[in-house]
């Protein structure tokens, strides 16, 4: 268990504005962006001293919000300034395969000092997020993150807000916790917890609103493997509008819970009156997230944007395509060994020789485990148990699934969505339309369980 305590801090607040970076509409339906990885000293203590090593999109934590307008091509010239090669991924995009991000799947991993030009149409509108994708389990846990928002229309509101949540593990003087990357009991257990809350890189920011009208909050979970769970101090009821970028049939949630990689866009009617702030509930004691300020220069919005029941119908589950797994390993599971490159090898030489520790059907997965061979146009389902001790944030790359969404509370709803968080012991099923072709990663988004061994490939063609 982390330490809740030091998941608060006592210092001011500093800005909490994601920054925006040059934006160049080239031509119409054309948006282009620079982002360069490299090596930046970020303060978290806000004492000036002893700023901690991160690894940042052009220098801010978050990276720059990337905005455009849905049936815009995105064009997002991309440098490597690490030391070290990554990849970056558009967490939701129905994307072209290519463009995926995916290293050694998609994409050969850039290079330090080499450059890769990313260029994709944006299909949908909602709420996205880019991340390196190369060891994703350290660049991530280092910075190198941002959220994307696709708009249905130009118009930009000023009360249109993210929230992007992270906890870092850092040490007692601000620095990242460095020793312990890669640890192997942070892999076979619940992954790599921080104990160090930022809400748009900083802690406890305060939050401009409009005085009065409706704001649209779009809350997404940076963290590596925390789920975290939100709620405003008044515990007041507030509308979801959609799920990991997609529009849902508007329910009402006291708490949003978020996995790993998760988003939720809501919609908070400040008419009456104001929320003081936003609280992470997960640990039982609340923790100060972010406090809002009442900003009479912003207009709210006159009433809640609309929406609608996901991108597309769920298919007929009868005819899909049934693809089982089985979901094994981890501490204190059942999965006694496991096929790695083919061979059969107990758990505990996995762990120790290969830092293997988790696996789909018996075989410890890996960018060469094909789960299944769609059709174009075909229905899948990807009928999933959770055999093991702990939660999982199962995410497919490429396309959105339906499923009954077991998270926001005594209700099940089906929803279109990303990310699906798997309680232990729990079955799933995930259907979907394999309409976008290529080769679909489908991991856990704890991120050190994926490098564990928790992820398989889906080809469609
Ligand atoms: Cu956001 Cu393969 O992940
Ligand atoms: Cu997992």
């Known amino acids: 268990m982390m330490d809740r305590r030091s998941f608060i801090r006592g210092a001011g607040a500093t800005a909490a504005a994601v920054l925006l970076p040059r934006l160049v509409r080239a031509q119409k339906g054309l948006v282009r962006y620079q982002l360069t990885a490299r090596q930046t000293a970020h303060d978290f203590s806000s004492t000036g001293k002893n700023p901690?090593?991160?690894?940042?999109?052009?220098?801010?934590?978050?990276?720059?919000?990337?905005?455009?307008?849905?049936?815009?091509?995105?064009?997002?010239?991309?440098?490597?300034?690490?030391?070290?090669?990554?990849?970056?991924?558009?967490?939701?995009?129905?994307?072209?395969?290519?463009?995926?991000?995916?290293?050694?799947?998609?994409?050969?991993?850039?290079?330090?000092?080499?450059?890769?030009?990313?260029?994709?149409?944006?299909?949908?509108?909602?709420?996205?997020?880019?991340?390196?994708?190369?060891?994703?389990?350290?660049?991530?846990?280092?910075?190198?993150?941002?959220?994307?928002?696709?708009?249905?229309?130009?118009?930009?509101?000023?009360?249109?807000?993210?929230?992007?949540?992270?906890?870092?593990?850092?040490?007692?003087?601000f620095q990242l916790d460095e020793a312990s990357f890669g640890s192997l009991h942070d892999w076979?257990?619940?992954?790599?917890?921080?104990?160090?809350?930022?809400?748009?890189?900083?802690?406890?920011?305060?939050?401009?609103?409009?005085?009065?009208?409706?704001?649209?909050?779009?809350?997404?979970?940076?963290?590596?493997?925390?789920?975290?769970?939100?709620?405003?101090?008044?515990?007041?009821?507030?509308?979801?509008?959609?799920?990991?970028?997609?529009?849902?049939?508007?329910?009402?949630?006291?708490?949003?819970?978020?996995?790993?990689a998760q988003r939720v866009d809501l919609f908070l009617d400040s008419q009456a009156r104001l929320p003081e702030a936003l609280y992470e509930i997960s640990g039982g004691a609340p923790v100060l997230a972010a406090r809002f300020v009442a900003d009479d220069r912003i207009t709210g919005m006159s009433k809640a944007p609309a929406v609608g029941s996901g991108w597309y119908l769920p298919p007929a589950a009868e005819q899909a395509k049934i693809i089982d797994i089985h979901m094994q390993g981890g501490a204190m599971g059942s999965l006694s060994s496991a096929r790695f490159q083919g061979e059969e090898r107990t758990l505990r030489d996995l762990a120790m020789q290969e830092r293997k520790l988790w696996a789909f059907n018996g075989t410890v997965g890996g960018y060469d485990q094909i789960l299944a061979e769609l059709t174009l146009g075909e229905s899948a389902m990807l009928r999933i148990w959770n055999d093991t001790a702990w939660q999982h944030a199962m995410h497919l790359h490429g396309q959105h699934f339906w499923v009954r969404s077991a998270e926001f509370g005594a209700t099940e709803r089906l929803l279109l969505r990303d990310t699906y968080l798997m309680a232990p012991g729990e079955k799933a099923e995930l259907l979907f339309i394999a309409d976008n072709p290529g080769l679909w990663l489908f991991h856990c988004h704890m991120l050190e369980h994926h490098a564990a061994g928790m992820g398989g490939v889906l080809a469609v063609s």
């Open 188 to 260: 076979s257990h619940g992954g790599r917890l921080g104990n160090w809350l930022t809400v748009n890189g900083a802690s406890q920011p305060d939050i401009e609103i409009p005085a009065s009208g409706g704001v649209r909050l779009r809350l997404m979970n940076a963290a590596n493997a925390r789920v975290m769970r939100f709620q405003f101090s008044d515990k007041r009821a507030v509308t979801v509008l959609s799920v990991d970028g997609a529009p849902c049939d508007a329910f009402e949630v006291t708490s949003v819970s978020l996995g790993p």
């Open 52 to 173: 901690a090593s991160l690894w940042l999109y052009n220098e801010t934590v978050p990276g720059p919000l990337l905005t455009a307008v849905k049936g815009d091509m995105l064009e997002v010239d991309f440098v490597n300034q690490l030391e070290e090669p990554t990849t970056i991924h558009w967490h939701g995009i129905r994307n072209l395969n290519e463009m995926d991000g995916v290293p050694e799947l998609t994409q050969p991993a850039i290079q330090p000092g080499e450059t890769f030009r990313y260029r994709f149409p944006l299909r949908d509108a909602g709420s996205f997020w880019y991340h390196a994708h190369n060891m994703a389990w350290q660049q991530v846990a280092r910075g190198l993150y941002g959220p994307l928002i696709v708009r249905d229309d130009a118009a930009d509101s000023p009360a249109d807000i993210v929230i992007m949540a992270d906890d870092w593990r850092l040490r007692d003087d």
